[in-house]
Nanobody, 122 residues
Framework: QVQLQESGGGSVQSGGSLRLSCVGS????????TGWFRQAPGKEREGVAG???????TYADSVKGRFTISQDKAKNTLYLQMNSLNPEDTAVYYC????????????????WGQGTQVTVSS
């Protein structure tokens, strides 16, 4: 059983940056992909970024050029660097492991963290 814990969320103004971290209690890289997702109030959970075991990344169009996903397998940790934040990025952000989908950015994972709130004010 893998447990995931996100950290690094908070409140920032438009144009600001945050770095999210996700640490796993079990090895989170046992399957091909890991990913970051977000859910805003009243909206469905959406894929933000995914990374595979080779380090290849996939991003949602809305965050391309602003967000960067990375991994440190030695530390069993997943990161999401978020720059040029805007109010539309406000959401609860979740990391995921235990991939069972066909694309890393699809929300088809067995293990999910509890989420960390990101709030961006204009």
């Amino acid at each position: 059983q893998v447990q995931l814990q996100e950290s690094g969320g908070g409140s920032v103004q438009s144009g600001g940056s945050l770095r999210l971290s996700c640490v796993g209690s079990g090895y989170i890289y046992s399957t091909y992909c890991t990913g970051w997702f977000r859910q805003a109030p009243g909206k469905e959970r959406e894929g933000v970024a995914g990374i595979d075991s080779d380090g290849d990344t996939t991003y949602a169009d809305s965050v391309k050029g602003r967000f960067t996903i990375s991994q440190d397998k030695a530390k069993n940790t997943l990161y999401l660097q978020m720059n040029s934040l805007n109010p539309e990025d406000t959401a609860v952000y979740y990391c995921a492991a235990g991939w069972v989908g066909s694309r890393c950015i699809e929300p088809l994972y067995n293990y999910w963290g509890q989420g960390t709130q990101v709030t961006v004010s204009s």
